[in-house]
């Protein structure tokens, strides 16, 4: 079954926004086919060493002093936790990059953590991707598909004359 048909029926979806992701109270999330990103406003002066975030290949927890716990839970997909890191940027916001583990095909999420309320997947705009950008094997998928439905094409044309 797929993501947006197992979301049939669910009546609290929040739209996506332009990152593929969700707005939230506390934080927002986008995120590409490698990566999640997760973005905490915080108030002036917030150091690093204040914060907490734990990162783990099946779970997450960021809490923030004065806030509290931000998110935290089990996330949707396991993460790589080495490729994952957090900084604060512009000494106004926690940023939270993590890294996808299932990077063979094209996987959205719709929630960070369990628990969460789901992005409607209905409204994902996905970003363009260029053929050039892709790799080898990925090229040659799109390759084939294009000739098998150029022939589908010619072999129409052939029947209706």
Request: aromatic residues 6%; charged residues 25%.
């Amino acid at each position: 079954m797929s993501l947006v048909a197992s979301q049939e029926g669910l009546a609290d979806l929040i739209p996506c926004n332009e990152q593929c992701g969700g707005n939230y109270t506390l934080y927002t999330f986008g995120q590409s086919e490698k990566e999640v990103t997760i973005t905490v406003p915080l108030a002036p002066g917030t150091r690093a060493k204040s914060l907490r975030v734990d990162i783990k290949v099946r779970h997450l927890r960021i809490e923030i002093p004065g806030k509290g716990i931000i998110l935290a839970g089990e996330l949707y997909k396991p993460v790589n936790v080495d490729g994952s890191t957090w900084c604060i940027q512009d000494g106004r916001e926690l940023v939270v990059v993590l890294t996808k583990t299932n990077i063979q095909y094209e996987e959205w999420w719709p929630h960070v953590v369990a628990g969460e309320r789901q992005i409607d997947l209905k409204t994902l705009k996905p970003p363009s991707i260029r053929f050039s950008d892709l790799d080898g094997g990925a090229q040659a998928t799109v390759a084939k598909m294009m000739h098998e439905q150029h022939q589908k094409r010619a072999d129409l044309a052939l029947a209706n004359t």
